[in-house]
């Protein structure tokens, strides 16, 4: 059974991939109640022109269709923003964990409140990649969590 | 400019197409303040396998890249999940339109109590849908919401 930190290294190798090829560095993935991973994935804005993409919701496709999500864990590089925050409490999938929630205020704490089990690494380089794509391109990643407030 | 039910006429025709390939019978369409349509499109579980395409995620990512939401209205033809409330929620579209929400409990108040203009329609055409797809097929659409409870 993997623990945290060996999943989050799943997620975050996603994320490593995604900023090679210039798009937002959060990466997903999605393990089942054994630890088997079922799918895993990173954020699309950039490489496909897909604002529906993001770590999470890329992990949660690359799994397939599943009958339910007991006992499954999300990994994201990122606190989870509203839209994979809502997956998350939609499908029910009762642990996550989190690489960092330094670079954006996302809503893990949000699904703690609604019986979601979160574990947040704190975890440096996935803060790097992140601080440094927003610093790189701010532009982007404010169109990636919905523009300017 | 187009009215609510005219907008819901899009929506219901992506539902409609929905139902005639047997997947999940949800449409969705983003359209912008000034009243062009942006994107459209349909739950896709059944058709391409993939259960992170729902009717307003559809149309989201069919709308392609956009810096802010400013003005949009997303039109739904059944009461948003979690899932595609907190895609609302996150890309702050500021307006929804939803065709019904006798069939499913969806999350469309806990959206207006966060500021978003929220108009049901209680069209009976989506409502057919959506209740006749749940009777035929009621293991798909319990999948599409997660699970049974």
Redesign the interface.
């Known amino acids: 059974m993997p623990g945290p930190h060996e999943m989050l290294a799943v997620a975050l190798e996603q994320a490593r991939l995604g900023a090679a090829a210039g798009g937002v560095p959060v990466g997903g993935a999605l393990f089942a109640a054994d630890g088997t991973l079922l799918g895993a994935g990173h954020n699309r804005?950039v490489q496909d022109?897909?604002?529906?993409?993001h770590g999470e919701?890329a992990a949660?496709?690359a799994?397939?269709?599943?009958?339910?999500?007991?006992g499954t864990t999300m990994v994201t590089t990122l606190s989870p923003?509203?839209?994979?925050?809502?997956?998350i409490?939609?499908?029910?999938i009762p642990r996550l964990v989190v690489g960092e929630a330094r670079s954006f205020g996302g809503q893990h704490e949000w699904l703690a409140e609604h019986g979601v089990e979160v574990t947040v690494l704190d975890d440096p380089e996935c803060a790097e990649l992140m601080s440094r794509f927003a610093e790189e391109f701010p532009?982007i990643w404010i169109?990636d969590?919905?523009?300017?407030e």
């Open positions: 804005r022109g897909d604002p529906a993409t919701t949660f496709r799994a397939g269709r599943l009958p339910h999500y007991a923003c509203f839209f994979c925050a809502g997956l409490r939609q499908f029910r532009d169109e969590i919905g523009g300017p």
